[in-house]
């Protein structure tokens, strides 16, 4: 296949009709897939084979970089994105997939990158006492993904992601408010509380647990009607 490769980048560089070029470019994506998930080898020494999914992003992002406006671009994106994701390299996978949203916005592969984006961010969350901001961005995107598949493969997981994500919310603010309460600042503990209650609904509106538990804890604090 590499062989080929290189009889494919000749011909790109002699400006082949239209049709010849849409075709070698096909044959470059179909190629640059191969080596990304593994049905091609690369050899050294000339006969030890070895994988190289590496090479096979190589392909890929130089097609869509070169030529982004073909039948395949997004497709070729959505592909090295999963390729990431596949093996847990989230850090990876985001530029890759918010790259797709962003150059193809348009394209089918838009809400599952949008759900793969929220859990990407989600995976990266260490507690919810850190910093809250990649909890609300997980949660962003995965109710981007479920305004754009109302049905789908992901759909119950988004849900249940949202929900898990939103009683964080709550739980980071009740915690704030338990710091405020130990320093005897009632008004300050009553702000973070009341959010809490407001951060923490379900999708049905329902209080989750941590909301739940600051509605208690509001009713506990001195002047509490």
Not at 54 to 76: N, Q, T
Not at 80 to 107: F, G, K, M, T
Not at 155 to 164: D, G, L, S, V
Request: charge should be negative.
């Amino acid at each position: 296949r590499e062989a080929a490769l290189e009889c494919y980048d000749q011909a790109l560089k002699l400006r082949p009709d239209l049709d010849l070029l849409r075709r070698t470019l096909e044959r470059k994506y179909q190629i640059g897939l191969d080596y990304l998930e593994g049905r091609a080898s690369r050899y050294f020494l000339g006969f030890i084979a070895y994988g190289s999914p590496a090479f096979g992003v190589k392909i890929l992002d130089e097609l869509v970089r070169d030529y982004p406006y073909e039948s395949f671009s997004d497709d070729a994106l959505y592909s090295i994105a999963n390729h990431y994701a596949r093996n847990e390299d989230w850090e990876e996978c985001r530029p890759v997939y918010e790259r797709l949203i962003a150059q193809y916005p348009r394209s089918e592969f838009v809400p599952e990158a949008y759900f793969q984006l929220g859990t990407a961010i989600y995976h990266g969350i260490k507690s919810y006492r850190c910093d809250p901001t990649p909890i609300v961005r997980a949660r962003w995107h995965f109710e981007r993904y479920l305004e754009k598949r109302e049905v789908g493969s992901e759909t119950t997981q988004a849900r249940e992601r949202i929900e898990e994500l939103k009683n964080m919310e709550a739980s980071y603010e009740l915690y704030v408010a338990r710091f405020y309460l130990g320093d005897d600042n009632v008004k300050g503990a009553r702000i973070h509380l009341s959010a809490a209650v407001r951060k923490g609904r379900g999708l049905d509106g329902k209080p989750l647990p941590a909301a739940r538990e600051a509605e208690e804890a509001l009713k506990s604090l001195p002047g509490a009607q």
